[in-house]
């Protein structure tokens, strides 16, 4: 990190070779857009319809279609969220089989 001629911080970029300023490093760093199945985009805390029945690998459960979930997490993956459900730990959801709710 090093200090500008206005007295703010930059940050280092690696993969450019050039020193950002903290908003825009932020923006770089917010990663991949997620969309659902009917491309709505999805951000952290957002509620979530399955569109379809999941088989759950590990718990030997399904869950059915129509179950909300609620509060999602981003993974930096493209199409993958992080939700919690009930009785299944680490929940990893795929955006194609979510739609979000309004």
């Known amino acids: 990190m090093a200090t500008g001629d206005e007295g703010g911080d930059y940050i280092y970029d690696e ?22 199945a009917v491309g709505n985009v999805l951000a952290d805390g957002d509620a979530v319809t399955l569109i379809k029945d999941l088989k759950v690998k590990g718990a030997g459960q399904t869950i059915k279609r129509g179950t909300l979930i609620k509060s999602i997490r981003l993974t930096g993956d493209a199409q993958e969220i992080d939700c919690k459900h009930e009785g299944i730990k680490g929940l990893v959801l795929r955006a194609e089989f979510v739609k979000k709710r309004s």
């Open 15 to 36: 993969e450019t070779g050039e020193w950002l300023s903290p908003d825009d490093a932020a923006a770089k760093s917010a990663g991949p857009e997620v969309v659902d």
